[in-house]
């Protein structure tokens, strides 16, 4: 009981502000915001993709141009480049000026984690042959940006600086408590209150939103690594 108290209680220490990342140029990609993605974002809401206008390329509107790509038989990587924005705006938009969500290394490692969905959930699995439990993805995620992290969940709670969900940047680990006491869940936050996890209940890798009500209630805490 003392190790769940003191795993639980690291939770209340004071979050850390972060330094934002440098702004893109013009391809434009998950962790983008401003008024070129907010132009994006307007005309795929007219076309009838279901985006949030809101100026920030979050996971919808990443899988949105995903689709447009597609129907456009354009090459499908969910990056708004030069191509996609000439096929759906009949112009090249100028780059960013607002700075992009998190750290470019956040960015980049909720990028890596994202080319896992659909894996299957694995009880203990942490590759993707084997399949991924909660902390085994984010374990294997993070130890190919060269950052090594303990195995499990709660242990995985104590690494790191602790930020509330206000501050919560792509990149940053949420926890998660079923019963109040013990840590037993972990994912990656991706942004636009949206993070990907291992799922026991859907078993593969796939979204969730911070704002559900059962995550909400469950929520422990979150950590930022880079």
């Not at 206008?53 to 480049?81: N, Q």
């Amino acid at each position: 009981m003392q190790v769940v108290k003191r795993i639980l209680s690291v939770f209340v220490l004071a979050a850390v502000l972060a330094i934002p990342g440098m702004g893109s140029c013009q391809n434009f990609s998950q962790g983008d915001r401003g008024e070129s993605v907010l132009k994006l974002q307007r005309v795929l809401c007219d076309n009838g993709y279901d985006v949030v206008v809101d100026g920030i390329y979050g996971p919808a509107m990443e899988a949105a141009v995903r689709e447009y790509e597609v129907k456009k038989g354009l090459a499908v990587d969910g990056i708004a480049g030069e191509a996609v924005q000439l096929a759906l705006l009949g112009e090249v938009l100028p780059e960013a000026k607002q700075p992009r969500i998190g750290s470019a290394e956040g960015s980049a490692i909720v990028k890596d984690a994202q080319q896992y969905l659909g894996v299957p959930y694995v009880y203990g699995g942490a590759s993707p042959s084997d399949g991924f439990d909660c902390s085994g993805f984010v374990y294997y995620v993070f130890g190919k940006h060269g950052i090594s992290l303990p195995r499990t969940a709660d242990d995985q709670a104590l690494v790191g600086r602790h930020v509330s969900v206000s501050e919560l940047q792509p990149g940053d680990l949420v926890f998660f408590s079923a019963d109040g006491y013990e840590i037993n869940h972990v994912g990656i936050y991706v942004g636009n209150d949206q993070f990907i996890h291992a799922n026991s209940e859907d078993e593969l890798i796939d979204y969730d939103s911070m704002k559900r009500d059962y995550r909400v209630r469950a929520f422990a805490g979150a950590t930022r690594l880079v």
